[in-house]
């Protein structure tokens, strides 16, 4: 396994490999975790977005820290960790150790999401924001110059397998029109073939998929039929 990487190599590792598709690991399959990480590092995935849910801030509980340790110590790609919880300003230490590169908060889970933001970057880790689909944008641009990335929810978080909202698309255009090009936006939530070229062509630079990636057994494939809908235009 190979050196795991500051967070400027992490930005730019993203950065380069976009627009790239983060496979979201909440539908893989955990009784296999060594044999699932090593499928999606040869199918060419650029990083693994791991969805932790408390059962509070959103209706499902999935798992947390010891998984992301779990993840950890199976692979050096970037873990992209997706915090769905209440009161995140409590764990932001404990799931950067637990080998973090990537950390989104939820803007509807804090009063001021700055500070967090702040402390992530403070920590070595990339600071991310998310806000889901019924959230006014309004809610996250006083916070945009602590954002490394900004996670553009385009379902209501809680499961995978639900239908792309389009309202996603107007928060990505407008957003990609606002910020600093170096900003990463990721759309997160019923992407899939159908939705893939409007999020690229929105300004979306990361993908996270999950049912369009579990749904079959082979990953090379599935990745690479999802990515014949990007093109590698590059910035938009
Ligand atoms: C939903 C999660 C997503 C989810 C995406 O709350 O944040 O990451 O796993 O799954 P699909 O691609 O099935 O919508
Ligand atoms: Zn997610």
Same mark, same amino acid.
Request: glycine share 8%.
């Given at each position: 396994?190979?050196?795991?990487?500051?967070?400027?190599?992490?930005?730019?590792?993203?950065?380069? *490999? +976009?627009? $790239?598709?983060? /496979?979201?690991?909440?539908?893989?399959?955990?009784? @296999?975790?060594?044999?699932?990480?090593? %499928?999606?590092?040869?199918?060419?995935?650029?990083?693994?977005?791991?969805?932790?849910?408390?059962?509070?801030?959103?209706?499902?509980?999935?798992?947390?820290?010891?998984?992301?340790?779990?993840?950890?110590?199976?692979?050096?790609?970037?873990?992209?960790?997706?915090?769905?919880?209440?009161?995140?300003?409590?764990?932001?230490?404990?799931?950067?150790?637990?080998?973090?590169?990537?950390?989104?908060?939820?803007?509807?889970?804090?009063?001021?999401?700055?500070?967090?933001?702040?402390?992530?970057?403070?920590?070595?880790?990339? *600071? +991310?924001? $998310?806000?889901? /689909?019924?959230?006014?944008?309004?809610?996250?641009? @006083?916070?945009?110059?602590?954002?490394? %990335?900004?996670?553009?929810?385009?379902?209501?978080?809680?499961?995978?397998?639900?239908?792309?909202?389009?309202?996603?698309?107007?928060?990505?255009?407008?957003?990609?029109?606002?910020?600093?090009?170096?900003?990463?936006?990721?759309?997160?939530?019923?992407?899939?073939?159908?939705?893939?070229?409007?999020?690229?062509?929105?300004?979306?630079?990361?993908?996270?998929?999950?049912?369009?990636?579990?749904?079959?057994?082979?990953?090379?494939?599935?990745?690479?039929?999802?990515?014949?809908?990007?093109?590698?235009?590059?910035?938009?």
């Amino acid at each position: 396994m190979g050196e795991l990487m500051s967070r400027t190599q992490v930005l730019a590792q993203l950065r380069g *490999a +976009s627009p $790239a598709i983060l /496979p979201s690991m909440l539908q893989c399959d955990f009784g @296999n975790l060594r044999a699932e990480v090593s %499928a999606l590092e040869q199918a060419g995935a650029v990083a693994l977005h791991l969805d932790v849910m408390d059962g509070h801030f959103v209706p499902n509980l999935t798992y947390g820290l010891t998984l992301v340790k779990a993840f950890r110590s199976l692979t050096t790609l970037p873990l992209d960790v997706h915090l769905m919880i209440s009161n995140p300003e409590d764990y932001l230490e404990q799931y950067v150790a637990a080998g973090a590169d990537m950390v989104s908060i939820h803007v509807e889970a804090v009063s001021d999401a700055r500070p967090l933001l702040r402390k992530l970057r403070d920590l070595g880790c990339l *600071a +991310s924001l $998310a806000f889901n /689909p019924e959230t006014p944008l309004e809610k996250v641009e @006083n916070c945009l110059e602590d954002c490394d %990335a900004v996670l553009i929810m385009s379902v209501n978080p809680g499961f995978g397998g639900q239908e792309f909202q389009p309202v996603a698309l107007e928060k990505l255009r407008h957003l990609r029109q606002k910020l600093d090009e170096n900003v990463l936006l990721e759309v997160d939530g019923g992407v899939n073939e159908h939705t893939i070229g409007d999020c690229q062509a929105a300004g979306a630079d990361l993908f996270v998929v999950g049912s369009g990636i579990f749904s079959g057994e082979d990953y090379s494939a599935r990745l690479e039929h999802l990515n014949r809908y990007l093109t590698e235009a590059g910035r938009h």
